[in-house]
């Protein structure tokens, strides 16, 4: 019985962010944040029942974590609190709210996500699990826990949506480029709905497409149902055959881009879990990714995404 709609793998940080460069802050915001985490809290927020799989270290830190996540609705029986310390990272804004990540997350607790880290019963519990590249470069023990997720989730009849979110820092200590598209080609079979951002994921595929068309023409050998994102550009679905431009909502401010790809996702992935045409939640996933642009860091403070500028 499929008692959730979204459970999603992965990590899940503390968050600082800063209005100044880091070199001259005095003051941090404390928050939390990570691309899975993030789409799901999107999700939650619009009414899916979501569940996320993590371990969380047992620092300071690691109790408000939980709260956080609790008080957002998502289901947390598969997030223990374990020995270990939890990843920080800060946020230093740059112009039209582009920003400096600084990372500290090396042997975090969610980095020692492994295989036994799974519940079958737990996965076969939810219509669609929600996977990342950025699972998979953290270790190596969280790749093989995210390429056994995806086995086990299409074992039990749930659907499989993979991110590859490809990020080339994560992956230099790991092999690179080379690596990362061995993690994407295992994976690959396993995935339902592909999640990619355009042009930053496209060295996966081996190929500089000239345009997101073209992209997703590469990209239909892979998965015949993809989103593709392409920031200010909207985003482009590859869907069965057929490639659709979704055009991009306009942001009413522009002050923090952090997490607006992955707002992105936990909308479109909400939309289709509802029975929403593919257009129709991609059109709605492009408005809630642009009611985030106004709001700094990660994750939006509640009302969001209830803004007047987003209509659900």
């Not at 999603?8 to 968050?15: I, N, R």
């Not at 985490?37 to 300071?60: E, Q, Y």
């Not at 939810?126 to 270790?139: D, E, K, P, Y």
Request: net charge neutral.
């Amino acid at each position: 019985m499929k008692t959730l709609d979204l459970v999603g793998l992965g990590e899940c940080m503390v968050e600082f962010y800063a209005e100044e460069p880091l070199a001259q802050v005095r003051t941090f915001t404390r928050s939390v944040g990570g691309d899975v985490l993030n789409a799901l809290v999107a999700a939650a927020r619009l009414g899916s029942r979501t569940g996320f799989i993590t371990r969380v270290g047992d620092d300071p830190f690691g109790p408000g974590l939980l709260k956080v996540w609790q008080d957002e609705g998502i289901d947390t029986r598969c997030a223990p609190l374990v020995q270990g310390e939890n990843g920080v990272y800060f946020i230093s804004l740059k112009e039209n709210g582009e920003r400096d990540f600084t990372y500290r997350r090396a042997n975090s607790a969610a980095s020692k996500l492994a295989p036994e880290d799974l519940d079958p019963q737990y996965l076969a519990s939810t219509r669609m699990v929600l996977l990342s590249g950025i699972t998979q470069a953290i270790s190596p023990s969280a790749e093989a826990a995210t390429l056994r997720a995806a086995q086990l989730a299409h074992s039990s009849a749930s659907l499989v949506a993979y991110d590859p979110n490809y990020r080339p820092a994560l992956w230099n200590g790991r092999g690179g480029l080379k690596a990362a598209q061995r993690a994407f080609e295992q994976l690959r079979p396993y995935v339902d709905v592909l999640l990619p951002s355009y042009p930053a994921d496209m060295a996966l595929l081996g190929l500089e497409p000239p345009d997101p068309a073209t992209a997703l023409q590469a990209l239909g050998k892979y998965c015949p149902r993809t989103g593709l994102k392409v920031g200010d550009q909207g985003a482009w679905l590859g869907w069965e055959g057929k490639i659709l431009h979704v055009p991009a909502a306009a942001p009413t401010q522009i002050r923090d881009t952090t997490g607006a790809g992955d707002a992105w996702n936990g909308a479109f992935l909400h939309g289709l879990l509802q029975g929403w045409e593919p257009f129709e939640a991609a059109i709605f996933a492009n408005r809630l990714a642009a009611a985030k642009l106004a709001h700094r860091g990660a994750i939006a403070p509640k009302p969001w995404p209830m803004d007047a500028q987003v209509v659900i």
